[in-house]
């Protein structure tokens, strides 16, 4: 089912991106008919059976595509740039038509995610102890005072924390690192990723 956010989102991509996204989700809906679109951390998720099965976006110069489960699926054709258990880009940078992957290749990927999701394959959770345990400890205080922000922070993926995390631990001095944490609290509590400026380019 087609979802007019997902419309509009396309509707108001870069001229180039909107034929790209067009043929990507078509051909998971052609693939999987029973996926649901919804929008999530500002661009179009596909969901299966109530999980994420794979996720578009379009930015500035090029769109990237990605399968929830990229991280621990088979890659026989070897089109997929690992990019973590979970997360946008494993085709890469996508420019044009030409850059998509052949569509009986493509199709054969989305049914192989299907299948793990019908298997009830998750995440490594792993990754996610990892992701969580390295949480500064002034950016948990911080969180712990804001509940729209925890809520956020709690319901992105793990590489969508990391990528919160990475930002503020890289901080130069303390006052960058205070500052930065300000910043995360304030685009997480509006329900905004790490690179939401990215996102709507």
Request: aromatic letters at 10%; hydrophobic letters at 40%.
């Amino acid at each position: 089912m087609y979802h007019p956010k997902c419309d509009a989102y396309i509707e108001k991509s870069a001229e180039f991106a909107q034929p790209i996204l067009k043929e990507i989700r078509a051909l998971v809906h052609a693939v999987c008919p029973e996926v649901e679109e919804t929008i999530k951390w500002g661009f179009p998720n596909f969901m299966y059976k109530k999980a994420i099965l794979c996720s578009m976006a379009s930015f500035k110069n090029h769109c990237s595509f990605g399968f929830w489960l990229g991280g621990v699926m088979d890659d026989p054709e070897k089109i997929l740039q690992r990019v973590g258990d979970s997360g946008m880009g494993q085709l890469g940078k996508i420019t044009s038509m030409d850059d998509l992957p052949d569509f009986e290749v493509l199709k054969k990927y989305i049914i192989h995610a299907m299948e793990l999701t019908d298997r009830g394959v998750k995440i490594r959770k792993v990754e996610k102890e990892k992701v969580e345990i390295e949480i500064p400890i002034a950016f948990q205080e911080a969180l712990s005072q804001n509940d729209k922000a925890k809520a956020s922070f709690e319901q992105f993926s793990p590489s969508h924390r990391k990528e919160y995390i990475q930002w503020i631990t890289e901080a130069k001095t303390e006052a960058t690192r205070d500052k930065r944490i300000a910043t995360a609290i304030e685009w997480l509590s509006e329900g905004k990723s790490r690179n939401w400026k990215y996102a709507k380019c």
